[in-house]
């Protein structure tokens, strides 16, 4: 399975204090450049910077269309770390892109790439026995401690998911 990720996923797991169910879920997770360097350069995160330096699972992979990345950013106002997400994703052909950012995922479902974001990751981990329901409601409440906002919308279909 190809797998991608931007930013914010990568670092809610990390809040959430539940990085490695990326690994149990997707073994690899391909990064591209601009994301593994905003996910290292703020010097506000230290601890967080040497997780994601340290971690085996995280691969980080150039994107071959400089060009397109340009384009992108000029045309949708991304960022380069969702743009250079978006450029791999489509570049590789990957199975899924893991993003959270609703400008970013509109342009990527529009190039036609399979998304999922932080919910869906926690979602597929209680599915497949990874987290419980408390687990999930534990996860939950970590990323509303540490400012990770979640609309009620999503955080309601959660619930609903694990009711079943």
Do not use: W
């Not at 010097?43 to 980080?60: G, H, N």
């Not at 409601?137 to 990770?148: D, F, Q, V």
């Amino acid at each position: 399975m190809i797998v991608v990720s931007d930013t914010t996923p990568i670092i809610s797991l990390m809040k959430a204090g539940q990085l490695e169910l990326l690994q149990s879920l997707f073994e690899v997770v391909c990064v591209p450049n601009a994301v593994y360097q905003e996910l290292i350069k703020n010097p506000t995160f230290p601890e967080e910077a040497r997780m994601v330096r340290e971690c085996q699972f995280l691969r980080v992979e150039e994107v071959e269309n400089e060009k397109a990345v340009t384009i992108l950013r000029n045309f949708t106002g991304l960022d380069a770390g969702e743009s250079e997400a978006i450029i791999l994703a489509d570049e590789k052909r990957s199975d899924v892109l893991l993003m959270d950012e609703h400008r970013g995922r509109q342009v990527a479902k529009k190039m036609g790439i399979t998304i999922t974001g932080t919910i869906g990751i926690l979602t597929q981990a209680f599915d497949e026995g990874l987290l419980t329901k408390e687990d999930v409601e534990r996860c939950i409440e970590r990323l509303k401690e540490n400012g990770i906002r979640i609309s009620e919308k999503l955080y309601e279909k959660l619930r609903q998911h694990q009711r079943l």
